[in-house]
């Protein structure tokens, strides 16, 4: 029996697999032809950065964000628009600032078709940053501004109060 448990544990465990970054230092992102490939990576990284509870001195998370940020502002193939929603998120809420631009990044990746319809890019992202917010295991708290914002969200409101 023993035996039979421990067969079933290893095969369950193999199929497992923890939510994880890639390596940063093997994806180069130096000349305008580096973007597209990273694409895969960008969307892993906003996957894991959404899924994970917020931790802020947290070294992974630091350099998810830093590796988000320096794909934003490379890619030629996306627009990103984010300086208008600060203050809607919460102007110095840097913390809430950042996992808005992983929403926004997952978002655009999971919808290419829609990525250049920035109203539905910025309305989609804050959906799925409140949607982190609310969630009471993911530990951070919602600034003021974003506070108003779910409430319109559920008023079905959000995206005339944006």
């Known amino acids: 029996m023993k035996q039979f448990c421990l067969i079933i544990?290893?095969?369950?465990?193999s199929c497992l697999s923890a939510q994880t970054?890639?390596?940063?230092?093997?994806?180069?992102?130096?000349?305008t032809s580096d973007?597209?490939?990273?694409?895969?990576?960008?969307?892993?990284?906003?996957?894991y950065l959404l899924s994970i509870p917020f931790k802020k001195e947290n070294k992974d998370r630091l350099n998810a964000l830093r590796f988000i940020s320096k794909w934003m502002n490379g890619t030629p193939d996306f627009s990103f628009s984010f300086t208008d929603m600060a203050e809607k998120i919460g102007k110095e809420n840097y913390d809430l600032i950042g996992l808005y631009m992983a929403a926004m990044?997952?978002?655009?990746?999971?919808?290419?078709?829609?990525?250049?319809?920035?109203?539905?890019?910025?309305?989609?992202?804050?959906?799925?940053?409140?949607?982190y917010c609310e969630n009471k295991d993911n530990g951070i708290r919602m600034s003021k501004q974003l506070k108003k914002l779910s409430e319109a969200r559920s008023k079905g409101e959000l995206e005339k109060s944006m």
């Open 9 to 13: 544990f290893s095969f369950c465990g």
């Open 21 to 31: 970054l890639p390596d940063f230092d093997q994806i180069k992102m130096e000349k």
């Open 35 to 47: 973007y597209k490939p990273a694409e895969p990576f960008v969307l892993q990284t906003s996957n």
């Open 105 to 131: 990044a997952k978002y655009t990746l999971e919808n290419k078709a829609a990525a250049k319809d920035t109203k539905q890019v910025k309305l989609n992202a804050i959906i799925l940053l409140i949607n």
